[in-house]
């Protein structure tokens, strides 16, 4: 597999930067890319391109997170663009998110460069934890074909009073909810429970799976199965969205 475009963005809170893996006739070099290894490069091939998705961390990790690899390790070779992005702070190496406000303005400064790596194809925006927030919040700003939401915190731990329902429903387009059963954030059947109702919103179970999409070493349903079924999901979802 090649390796990722990296695209610096400059914003008013700092460089942020997208790591591009990408389908076929996408050049993340338009928008300013330089690979990791080798300077200016063309896409990689996939099959069809047909839309990007756009992705943001959660508050304690980065993209290497389990669910946001697997999605840009396999998504490219079915024609989607995965396009992750680490907000400033985590690219000035704080170790403390930015308040919501920043990360919205941060990531808002960031969506004219991803336009030009989508080059006209949708985009499709999302994240986990933190980073689905963000891409709830600023879905209508975004123009967003739709809204991806990978382990959505739905109400803090031992919390069940404070709630970010009002983000999750904000948005009038298509959502897509990976929840783990297991998520001290909101499991899916809470998520489920709460968002009843509301056809725009469809949420997955994860079976076993925590806030971080991990699974015990007894599950019946081991790591490799939950990055399929991650997969394949969100492959069905840009299906039926363009």
Known sequence: MRTADIVTVETT???????VSAAAAIDASAAGATSAESGPSAAAAAPRPRAVLWLGHGAGGGIDAVDLAALAAALPALGITV????????????????????????????????????DGLPILVGGRSAGARVACRTAASTEAAAVVCLAFPLHPPGRPDTSR?????????????LQG?????????????????RPSVRVVPVPGADHGMRVLASSPFPAAAVRELLVSQMAAFVDGVV
């Open 83 to 118: 396009v992750r992005y680490e907000q400033p702070w985590r690219v000035a190496g704080k170790r403390v998110a930015s308040r919501p406000a920043a990360l919205d303005t941060a990531w808002l400064e960031t969506a004219s460069a991803v336009e030009r790596i989508a």
């Open 181 to 197: 059963e297991r998520d001290t954030f909101g499991t899916a059947a809470t998520v489920a429970a709460e968002t009843e109702g």
């Open 13 to 19: 809170l700092g460089p942020g930067r997208l790591t």
């Open 165 to 177: 329902l009002d983000e999750l429903l904000t948005s009038d387009v298509p959502v897509l909810v």
